[in-house]
């Protein structure tokens, strides 16, 4: 049988296109193979880490030289000169230097057109004096200097709920929005769809502009609606409060834990897989979740949350070496610390992109120094000490 001209063109297109199905289904299927990964049911090794060979580490008691400084919290944002706490009683906003002598403070709470409901979140811009306070179930974003000084508010789209924001660049901050997943939590809990308003987000992460809040880009990240709040007995459901937001040396690293997968979204906007987790929630009951990714240094460290009836998800933290791609369990230690260990949490809010802290307990640790535990510098620090007035020491890390 002979085939016509017409025919031949057809059956040449159909090749084609068969051809170009099956590279980019092999692409796709080597680019999967390549992404980072760790599966939640192996029973991963433990590695043994002094802290002090992966990063640089130093010791910080934040100086209370009147009561204006002292506080109930801990440590809400840091940047490479300054520390910043939100006093959880009063709202109040402290600063610090790096060095622990306090700075500076004010307090705005008010229901005046300048003032915040609370400072649930805070972020600072030290070049240009600007600490944004989010408080949480609003819609806005105050910008005041250090000093207490109104400059200006940023209008949200709409509320939000549980506040997670990064600086993107010297124009824009992301925003993740997690109101619709929350009235899908509370609807599907109790049915109750009074006290939402009208979702007008096309997306749960989004670009905002610095000077007026006016959302400059939506990002569409693939998500699912996996409900990953728990029961916990005695206390009702809760949701989970994983990190959605965080930096990384290229960009920030945006996750749904839904998905199973971590997105990298870079420098020139360009969104791609990082890495993945293994099996995925919708083939595992109970569910083991993973949280975000810190990327630092020699090391990607990461945690996963098991559930279990009635209970608060268990952690488990665990580092993966970006040269080799073996993953461990933590343990990390520091010399000058006998008989502690720790771990890093990926969830410890964000601040530069290498750095991360400890808060260290006043009270343990003079203990440890009764009991000859502690060395070095920070022995000397404890030793000048009072337990009861003085604020707790925090180890401030700097990923080589």
């Known amino acids: ?48 880490i002094n802290l002090t060979d992966i990063a640089n580490v130093s010791y910080v008691q934040l100086s209370a030289n009147s009561d204006d400084f002292l506080y109930k919290g801990s440590i809400d944002y840091v940047t490479k000169n300054t520390v910043i706490v939100v006093d959880r009683t009063s709202h109040s906003v402290l600063f610090f230097s790096k060095d622990g002598s306090p700075k500076s403070r004010f307090n705005r709470r008010g229901q005046g057109p300048e003032e915040y409901a609370n400072a649930a979140t805070v972020m600072y811009d030290e070049v240009r004096d600007d ?31 549980l506040n997670q924001l990064a600086f993107f660049d010297d124009q824009s901050i992301l925003v993740y929005d997690n109101s619709r997943l929350w009235q899908n939590i509370v609807q599907s809990q109790s049915g109750d769809k009074t006290g939402f308003t009208e979702q007008t987000n096309d997306s749960t992460f989004f670009l905002i502009s610095k000077t007026d809040g006016t959302v400059l880009e939506y990002l569409h990240v693939p998500g699912n609606t996996i409900d990953l709040s728990c029961n916990i007995e005695g ?24 998905t199973d997968t971590i997105f990298l979204y870079d420098k020139d906007k360009s969104l791609s897989p990082f890495m993945h987790k293994t099996p995925l929630l919708t083939d595992m009951n109970p569910m083991i979740v993973m949280d975000n990714c810190l990327d630092a240094g020699d090391f990607q460290f990461l945690s996963a949350y098991t559930y279990s009836v009635g209970k608060h998800p268990s952690a488990t ?39 991360y802290h400890f808060e260290l307990d006043i009270f343990e640790l003079k ?9 070095g510098k920070l022995k000397e620090l404890v030793a000048t000490l009072n337990d009861t007035e003085d604020n707790n020491v925090f180890v401030f890390v700097d990923f080589k």
């Open 1 to 48: 049988m002979k085939l016509t001209e017409n025919m031949r063109k057809r059956n040449g297109i159909v090749c084609v296109l068969l051809l170009v199905f099956v590279i980019s289904c092999s692409t796709d299927r080597q680019s999967n193979n390549d992404l980072p990964g760790i599966d939640v049911t192996k029973n991963y090794p433990e590695k043994e």
């Open 131 to 161: 600490l944004y306070v989010m408080p949480d179930f609003n819609n806005y974003i105050n910008v005041y200097s250090s000093s207490g000084e109104f400059k200006r508010k940023l209008i949200l789209p709409q509320s939000n709920i």
């Open 235 to 258: 206390a009702g459901f809760a949701q989970v409060g994983y990190s959605r937001v965080r930096k990384s040396p290229n960009g920030l690293l945006l996750y749904n834990p839904e």
């Open 317 to 355: 933290y665990y580092m993966r070496d970006k040269q080799s791609g073996d993953i461990f369990r933590q343990k990390v230690v520091l010399a000058d610390y006998e008989g502690k260990d720790f771990h890093i949490d990926p969830r410890l809010p964000n601040y530069y992109e290498k750095g």
């Open 367 to 375: 203990e440890a120094y009764g009991e000859n535990r502690l060395s």
